[in-house]
């Protein structure tokens, strides 16, 4: 079974992912072992927390997509970031600063863990009325949605899609996490699942974690296809879901 990781920070030197690219290779090296073999590498966009990642993260990819030619020839690599919203994004978005999914109108969005609901509702809301099409990354962290699943059901249905990270699936990164991770699965409302992968020790780039979860959940061998690849294929390439 291959996977596609569409939400990854192992290029190194741009935020709080890989720290060289000793461990740059190492994150694709397990990856591949995982069985991935397709990737959209997601640097974090927030310049208040790590400055302007843009030229460092295409020069970074540039160096790790030559390195994946030599050693992985049938892995394929994007680029894309992982904008860490807030209130003035949209002129990094509209001069191209921060990078949707491989060039498409998806945009990959994440928020902090305890954000209020307002404002992850308006920050979404923004981003749809300017005609991107929003991926709320890691959906099952935000302790806000706990009593909002149907805000995230209006969400999908105006058009936005909702990925979550393997991990969670497990209960590896808490309780609360792996609940949600079940309850947005089980309603039908995720689209795509990631590693969210830093490092090798805490937070590996591993998708296959998850699968026996589905299968407990009854998941659908044709729908866990579709989270683990064929959705994130659509998005890199500007398809329809
Ligand atoms: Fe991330």
Not at 49 to 67: H, I, K, N, P
Not at 195 to 221: A, F
Request: net charge negative; charged share 25%.
């Amino acid at each position: 079974m291959a996977f596609f990781d569409m939400h990854t920070h192992f290029l190194c030197g741009v935020d709080d992912g890989a720290k060289d690219e000793h461990e740059s290779h190492a994150l694709l090296r397990m990856a591949y072992a995982d069985g991935t073999r397709a990737i959209c590498l997601t640097p974090h966009f927030s310049p208040y927390l790590f400055g302007d990642t843009s030229a460092a993260s295409e020069r970074a990819f540039e160096r790790l997509r030559e390195y994946a030619a030599e050693e992985f020839p049938d892995l394929e690599l994007y680029l894309g970031h992982e904008l860490g919203y807030y209130d003035s994004c949209l002129s990094a978005l509209s001069d191209g600063r921060c990078r949707t999914l491989a060039g498409s109108r998806y945009l990959l969005v994440d928020f902090p863990a305890g954000v209020p609901f307002s404002t992850l509702r308006q920050g979404m809301d923004r981003l749809l009325q300017m005609g991107y099409t929003p991926v709320l990354a890691h959906a099952e962290r935000y302790r806000a949605l706990k009593h909002h699943l149907k805000w995230l059901a209006e969400f999908v249905i105006c058009g936005g899609y909702v990925q979550l990270n393997a991990s969670s699936a497990t209960g590896e990164y808490g309780k609360f996490e792996q609940k949600q991770f079940k309850k947005i699965v089980q309603a039908d409302l995720a689209h795509v699942i990631s590693s969210d992968g830093h490092n090798t020790e805490t937070r590996k780039p591993l998708m296959s974690v998850c699968l026996p979860i589905l299968e407990e959940l009854q998941i659908s061998p044709e729908k866990i296809h579709r989270l683990t690849w064929a959705n994130a294929y659509a998005i890199v390439h500007n398809k329809r879901i």
